[in-house]
């Protein structure tokens, strides 16, 4: 099988490109350059690219790099600011797994003539009731199905996820024996266009306007201020000028008053949330769902609900109160045996 292997300069797309060799494949890597500002987090540093070349060099593949900067400024990065401007919290790595990742670079592969598109996500795609789905990685702690659960159609029988089956530790014991520089290269934590000294803030700052913001309790009594209503998220504890004294967190943010609202933990609470841009791995599973768990982050706990579906998105009914979860983040919903993707959302504002 001829496969393009999509190779960020981190430990487990090296290892993904070394699986796929030692099996026998026609391996190339490719490097994607995203961001062309400058970045020194992420997967987008000239050191990550670097890094992938080498490890390229080291088992005996060929290397591209494809220059995708300019869709993804309109695809993850515009979106991403716009995102702020309106209110909400976008989630940019799920943006350029949906735009570019799991789109463009697979539909470059297709013309290209690869037969697969493999990257280094702890994730599998299984048949699962007789259907291909996304599934949880092997490695609960770096299960990363919750970013890839966009993927479907025809894409689920094209996309291949070599370390999906492994831990990560047996993922960096490969790499140690076969000698990879990335071997002990920690992994990323950071978004890549949003560089450690400047931070979100600065990124933003260049690109925004930011308010002043006024703290209130829910009694509506003034307690302290932000210098950015436009970087306050629900649920945030810290940098609201509240002192000392009882846990209050953020429990509403309405930005044409400029106003942010704090309270305790129960006031997250929420019976249900309303989610719009669904996403089915088949074209008749909307129809399937009714039952779920639901997951609303990246290494989040998950939560029996009912979804109801509308014309215009879907209303998560929670089996129990949950906490708020922030508009413009991804929530997925897995099976009862919390292990295949049965589709996902957004939340709405």
């Given amino acids: 099988m001829k496969v393009l292997v999509a190779m960020s300069g981190g430990v487990d797309s090296s290892v993904a490109a070394l699986v796929l060799r030692d099996q026998g494949h026609d391996v190339t890597g490719v490097t994607m350059r995203l961001w062309g500002g400058e970045s020194d987090t992420g997967c987008c540093s000239v050191s990550d690219v670097d890094d992938a070349r080498r490890v390229a060099q080291q088992i005996g593949i060929d290397h591209l790099v494809f220059n995708f900067s ?44 690869f037969d697969a ?54 993922v960096r014991a490969v790499a140690a024996r076969a000698g990879l520089r990335t071997a002990a290269k920690p992994d990323s934590q950071d978004v890549c266009f949003i560089g450690s000294r400047t931070g979100r803030a600065g990124f933003l700052g260049s690109r925004m306007e930011f308010h002043a913001g006024e703290v209130r309790d829910e009694s509506g009594r003034a307690v302290g201020e932000v210098p950015a209503v436009e970087l306050v998220t629900l649920g945030q504890r810290r940098g609201l000028g509240l002192g000392g004294g009882d846990k209050r967190y953020v429990v509403a943010i309405d930005l044409p008053s400029r106003r942010v609202t704090v309270g305790g933990d129960e006031h997250l609470l929420v019976g249900t949330t309303r989610v719009v841009g669904l996403v089915w791995p088949h074209a008749d599973d909307a129809a399937r769902v009714a039952e779920v768990l639901v997951q609303g982050s990246a290494h989040g706990a998950r939560a029996g609900a009912r979804v109801t579906l509308a014309d215009d998105g879907a209303e998560i009914v929670w089996d129990a109160p949950q906490r708020r979860i922030s508009p413009g983040q991804s929530v997925v919903f897995y099976d009862a045996s919390d292990t295949a993707v049965l589709g996902g959302g957004i939340v709405a504002g």
């Fill in 117 to 170: 598109v493999a990257t280094g996500h702890h994730a599998r795609i299984e048949s699962v009731d007789g259907r291909r789905r996304v599934c949880r990685g092997a490695d609960e702690n770096k299960d990363q199905s919750y970013v890839v659960h966009m993927i479907c159609g025809a894409d689920l029988d094209y996309v291949v996820f070599p370390v999906g089956t492994m831990s990560k530790a047996d």
């Fill in 70 to 113: 300019e869709a993804f400024d309109e695809a993850v990065v515009a979106p991403y600011v716009a995102a702020h401007v309106a209110g909400t919290t976008p989630n940019p790595c799920i943006e350029c797994n949906r735009h570019l990742k799991f789109s463009a670079l697979i539909e470059r592969a297709r013309r290209l003539g």
